[in-house]
């Protein structure tokens, strides 16, 4: 059995495994990581999908997906993972995840949020936790989530309408069991704004914003999210 220790991570060596926006290697100074815009805008899972999101920094949390045996992965730097290189367990179900935290940002009607992504054997699913959204504040503050199993809390993100032979759903417990992809922190939902006058609405989610047709950045989250420590407490 993987060990049940805390997973601790203030960045004091650097990002530790965690990288920034779609990526890049996490920025961090004096033990801190920023995370400012703009950021990649993710049409991945765009309707019929739940939405578009960004990333502002996530995890690998198995050690294959950067030991070179994963082609699409390839062009990211290695800056080695503390998680998956001692061997933390990716059984998150009801794991607590703390966050010390502060920013200044124009959301957009976004929200800070977890999401997970795992390899079932039904599909890749990309689920996010919108039953507990973190506040970023102006001053530093220590926010904890519950990643439970209760369906209510969760969102699967889905796939646009030409991935979703890649994305899926599957039961969040099934998904939590094994977070074997990615630990992520994301703004969503966020929803583009065509820049140009010749996006037909009906066209706005089929074609890829951004890749297809420029999109409106003052319409999108702007600004400045810090963080200090990430932690997860797992169960006993």
């Not at 998680?83 to 966050?99: H, Q």
Request: charged share 25%; with cysteine.
């Amino acid at each position: 059995m993987q060990p049940r220790r805390s997973y601790v991570e203030k960045f004091d060596n650097g990002p530790g495994g965690w990288y920034g926006d779609r990526h890049f290697a996490l920025p961090v100074w004096d033990g801190v990581a920023y995370c400012c815009s703009p950021w990649w805008l993710d049409a991945n899972h765009a309707p019929p999908g739940a939405g578009y999101l960004h990333l502002l920094m996530w995890l690998f949390t198995d050690k294959r997906h950067y030991q070179g045996q994963s082609e699409s992965l390839k062009h990211l730097p290695y800056i080695g993972n503390r998680f998956a290189d001692e061997d933390y367990s990716r059984d998150l179900t009801n794991a607590r995840v703390t966050l010390r935290l502060r920013g200044k940002i124009d959301l957009k009607g976004a929200q800070l949020l977890v999401l997970v992504q795992a390899k079932t054997p039904r599909t890749t699913a990309n689920m996010v936790l919108t039953g507990q959204p973190f506040e970023i504040t102006s001053d530093w503050s220590e926010q904890t989530v519950t990643l439970t199993p209760e369906a209510r809390q969760w969102t699967c993100l889905g796939a646009r309408h030409d991935m979703q032979n890649e994305y899926g759903c599957d039961e969040i417990a099934a998904v939590l069991r094994d977070v074997n992809l990615d630990l992520i922190f994301a703004l969503f939902p966020v929803r583009p704004v065509p820049a140009c006058d010749n996006v037909k609405p009906s066209d706005i989610d089929r074609l890829r914003a951004v890749a297809d047709y420029p999109v409106r950045q003052e319409h999108l989250p702007k600004g400045l999210v810090m963080f200090d420590t990430v932690k997860i407490d797992y169960p006993q």
